[in-house]
């Protein structure tokens, strides 16, 4: 069974530029996560989707940063316009359901300059 | 809200030795989840054991045990027969029910040959 997957697995970006981050999740899971973590620090959760259907999303910074989910399986978390302090993995996870074990991808490293 | 609090930032251990790692939440729920993920450098974080609150039984999975102590709100690591690839980030996590999961700061591990 593949894993979470992510791309890129790293990008560098001017300020201000835009940026996009993709995750396929485990095949037949339906609830997808995206967690922010700092350097040093454990996770934090962005954004909760169950299917198509972002059900979480109160730590989304909602003015530069925005997700979708379609057709309830690939998500795209995007940030427009990136600032200095958005440099972080980004951590895409997944689940069976919202009470299910969550796996994780490998991450997308980004630095902004 | 609930917090959790890894008290050791690093740990070191020699191989084949045994090292617990601390963990302490907080929360006013009676049922809920608790975890231990395992991140490596440069690598996916992935689950090395889970606990649920209503079990008195502590789990174990190999060679990781934990100490579940819910009057204490006190959820310790135990690795037994230490490796060189577990070396690595360690996050303690709780979960209750649906909700979030909320890590810990983490505990670098660190194995000497």
């Known amino acids: 069974e593949a894993g979470v997957v992510q791309s890129p697995r790293y990008k560098i970006i001017e300020k201000k530029q835009p940026v996009a981050f993709w995750c396929n999740p485990i095949?037949?899971?339906?609830?997808l996560y995206w967690y922010l973590q700092n350097l040093g620090q454990g996770p934090e959760l962005l954004i909760r989707?169950?299917?198509?259907?972002?059900?979480?999303d109160s730590q989304l910074p909602k003015d530069r940063f925005s997700a979708e989910r379609l057709k309830g399986v690939d998500s795209t978390l995007k940030i427009q316009p990136a600032e200095l302090g958005d440099s972080a993995v980004y951590l895409c996870a997944s689940g069976r359901g919202r009470t299910d074990t969550q796996y994780f991808g490998p991450g997308t490293r980004l630095t902004v300059l | 809200a609930q917090t959790v609090t890894q008290s050791q930032p690093e740990m070191s251990v020699q191989e084949a030795e045994t090292v617990t790692l601390s963990c302490t939440y907080d929360t006013s729920e009676s049922d809920y989840y608790l975890f231990w993920y395992k991140q490596p450098p440069s690598r996916q974080m992935i689950l090395v054991i889970r606990q649920e609150a209503y079990k008195q039984q502590n789990a174990t999975e190999n060679r990781f045990s934990v100490n579940f102590q819910k009057a204490a709100k006190s959820f310790s690591l135990k690795i037994s027969d230490s490796q060189l690839g577990d070396a690595a980030m360690y996050f303690c996590?709780?979960?209750?029910?649906?909700?979030?999961?909320?890590f810990g700061q983490g505990t670098r591990l660190t194995i000497n040959p």
């Open positions: 996590a709780y979960r209750q029910g649906a909700q979030k999961l909320v």
């Open positions: 989707y169950e299917n198509e259907e972002a059900v979480d």
């Open positions: 095949s037949g899971h339906n609830t």
